[in-house]
């Protein structure tokens, strides 16, 4: 729970500031039944001065494409656009989408997701992620989690920046297993409230006029012009709100022997999983195999993005590679480096791993860096 500026005593009750009634926005997922936030207005959310042009965004597939393990280098991706629509599709299914994105230039207008909350794994660079809710400061290693419906901007700063993002059908949260019925995050977590950052607020911005807001459905963005600047409020209280998390914070779990990814999950959502690979000690049973055995994964395509680091099980893999390994193939360490893993005490790989319970198709835009 978090409360920003100045709100009533009560829900739903007049509310003014400097004399001037205030109009109450509730912004709440699954209906009225789960976390919501009561956000408050100088002028009505509903003002729009017109509905301008709607330009597609299809979802493209590879065409007849092998089913096969693939490496995709994705720093060979062409930068161009804005956060927006500089992003290239590597992979999707009914349950998310997946890409990465090296903006030029900034948002041309506001940004709101209608269909999807946003995963935003920032990967090089810095900025701020403007919203209503007040403002984000961002730099590398950091999880942006941006729900459905949330209006904002991201600036970025000066330096190129690399972006890895993941748009999900459902809200992305904390797992489960790691919360209490109340919903506090237990010992054994991973992460602590401590290292979960809320925006910092920000005074309102009272200024009627056209401001264009982008508001992106599956498979094209539609421009909408609001009668006043959205980043209005004078308050708000609730659960729903954008929130970061650095992966530089988040506490790896060791064990006598090689331990399975789950127990590098950060975060859940439909369809989906989202775990961080980590700097951490090896496994000290003395006749421990540090490296993964090979696993068939036979409920989920994995999708693994290589930030930085010595990656142990892998050869001809850089920062910025992507490898996708599908349901159907048993994937593990290539020949040869098993044995050279062995009595190697720790591991310096940091990685972001992306497993989905529904195949996934692999995007048009993965084929400009197939690595066959």
Known sequence: YVERGEIPGKRHVQHRVGGRLTYEELVSREGFSDVASNVYHLRPPTAV????????????AAADEPHR????????????GCPVFGRRVLAFNDDLVVSTCEPVQDQPAFYRNALADELVFVHHGAGTLESMYGDLDFS???????????THRLRCGPGRVKLFVVETRGPVQVPRHF????????????????????????DPVDEPGDFPVLVKL????????????????????????????????????????????PVHVTFTAPGLVVCSFV??????????????????????????????????????IETESLT??????PHGPQPGLIEKSLGAKETGELAVMVDTFAPLRVGRDALAADDP
């Open 140 to 150: 590398p290693g950091d999880y942006l989690v941006v729900p459905r419906g949330t």
């Open 218 to 261: 599956r498979d094209r963005v539609q421009e909408t012009v609001l009668a006043h600047h959205p980043f209005d409020l004078v308050g708000w209280d609730g659960f729903c709100y954008p929130w970061a998390f650095s992966i530089h914070d988040f506490m790896p779990v060791v064990g006598k022997v090689h331990l399975p990814p």
């Open 179 to 202: 919360r209490s019925d109340h919903g506090q995050l237990m010992e054994h977590a991973p992460y602590c409230e401590r290292d979960l950052r809320a925006p910092r607020w920000r």
């Open 279 to 316: 700097p951490r000690p090896f496994d000290f049973h003395p006749e421990a195999v540090p490296i993964p055995y090979a696993h068939s994964n036979v409920d989920s395509d994995e999708i693994l993005y290589y930030v930085e680091g010595n990656f142990m099980s892998r050869r001809g």
């Open 324 to 329: 996708l390994h599908p349901m159907g193939y």
């Open 69 to 80: 393990h693939r490496h995709v280098f994705t720093s060979r991706l062409p930068a161009g």
């Open 49 to 60: 001065r017109g509905v301008g042009a709607s330009r597609p965004l299809p979802l493209t």
